[in-house]
């Protein structure tokens, strides 16, 4: 029994649980949420990755690359197209909220009113205090993903300057990152479970009624995400990266459905890291380096709804926007994207940052926020695939991937 089910790939047993949860969800009801706990007792296990996870990767990550020069352009290319996409993906947003106006002559009652989350007061000053940590410890106590990321960017260039002193460390620290990858083996097999149990909850829960109230925006969301994942992330990995793009998508499926079914890019990259070096050969400095950054600040899939959200909202409560307001959309979509965490309904709370800025009313949240999961699931599976689309993009770049194992990986 056992020896069977182990012979089966795990993509193979996590597709078939994100099916067989949505049917028992859909028969089952709102009674299906008894199994949640199964999935949250995933979601805490891949959790307790995430701060040794990305602390061992980045610094081993960056401590990699060898050369101080090397880790410019590998930053570099990588926080370009990390910028790029996320200006497409908000203008992609902005476009499809004005050709098909999801919230024009919708009748407001109709939507069940999810719970408005507090305010979000915010300022750009805050955030830019917020990067800097002012305990690394607590930082890491507190899973302050960006704060420690900027630590760990640091202890990995210290490491490049001290040269042959920083060596020593450099071993550690890839010896970490190493032992990390095989704990996050063990965790993968409850994956299947896990996700089983979160479909199932999704699926009896939210029902069909709220989700016709909202069809219009539920289905711009899944466009937009769709044309980024299809057309954008395909774009670049067939003309920048010159890789077969069927290849990189079966590459990251696991990676797919686990974002799916968690919402949350955090607790998705230990996965995506797998994905990316095992299947897609993409070199582990590269990956650790590019796909830990980007699980935080690269999330075109928020970025375009946080966009298209904004146009929503002034549609159902008769807002005029300029053309003036629609670049300072542009803007601010973009950072409220990077200053999002990887974790599930944060888009939802950086609608305020956006919102306010434009004077669309924060009501809109409330409406919104009932079908919130839903269209979670489907932008942060645009946010992890965009993390390894960059990833294989860069690696392609400076010839940090092993093509042989991209194509031959059919033990996936
Ligand atoms: N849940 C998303 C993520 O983890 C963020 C969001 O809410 O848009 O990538």
């Known amino acids: 029994m056992l020896r069977f089910w182990f012979a089966i790939p795990l993509w193979q047993r996590v597709i078939a649980a994100l ?80 050709m098909i106006k999801p919230g024009e002559g919708l009748d407001t009652s109709a939507i069940p009113r999810g719970e408005t989350p507090p305010p979000n007061e915010t300022t750009a000053i805050d955030m830019i205090l917020s990067i800097v940590p002012d305990s690394p410890v607590q930082v890491m106590a507190d899973v302050r993903v960006l704060p420690l990321i900027v630590f760990a960017l640091l202890i990995g260039i210290g490491i490049l300057m001290a040269d042959e002193d920083g060596k020593p460390l450099a071993k550690i620290f890839d010896s970490g990152a190493i032992v990390m990858q095989k704990v996050t083996l063990i965790v993968m097999e409850l994956t299947p479970f896990g996700v089983f149990a979160l479909m199932a909850w999704v699926a009896g829960t939210l029902g069909l009624d709220a989700l016709l109230a909202l069809a219009k925006l539920v289905g711009l969301n899944y466009l937009g995400c769709l044309l980024i994942i299809i057309v954008m992330y395909s774009a670049m990995i067939k003309f920048i990266a010159k890789l077969p793009v069927v290849d990189f998508f079966r590459g990251i499926i696991d990676a797919i459905a686990v974002s799916y079914s968690t919402a949350s890019s955090n607790a998705t990259l230990p996965v995506t890291l797998r994905c990316t070096q095992r299947n897609l050969g993409v070199s582990t400095s590269v990956s650790s380096f590019v796909v830990s950054l980007g699980a935080t600040i690269n999330m075109n899939g928020t970025a375009m709804y946080l966009g298209l959200a904004t146009l929503f909202g002034a549609q159902i409560f008769g807002v005029d926007l300029s053309w003036g307001d629609y670049f300072l959309i ?26 306010g800025a434009v004077d669309v009313p924060l009501e809109t949240i409330a409406f919104v926020a009932g079908v919130d999961r839903i269209m979670d699931m489907m932008r942060t599976t645009t946010n992890v695939s965009g993390d390894a689309a960059v990833a294989t993009t860069v690696a392609a770049l400076t010839g940090e991937i092993d093509r042989e194992e991209m194509i031959s990986a059919d033990d996936i």
């Open 19 to 98: 099916f067989l949860g949505i049917v028992t969800g859909y028969f089952w009801g709102p009674e299906a949420a008894s199994i949640k706990w199964i999935g949250d007792f995933f979601i805490k296990a891949i959790k307790m990755l995430v701060v040794p996870l990305i602390f061992f990767s980045l610094v081993a990550g960056v401590a990699a690359i060898g050369d101080i020069r090397k880790l410019g352009s590998v930053g570099g290319r990588a926080l370009f197209l990390f910028v790029i996409t996320g200006q497409i993906a908000v203008w992609l947003g902005l476009f499809l909220g004005t």
């Open 330 to 355: 542009s803007i601010l979509a973009t950072l409220a994207a990077i200053g999002a965490a990887g974790i599930p309904g944060a888009g939802l709370i950086m609608m305020a940052l956006v919102f």
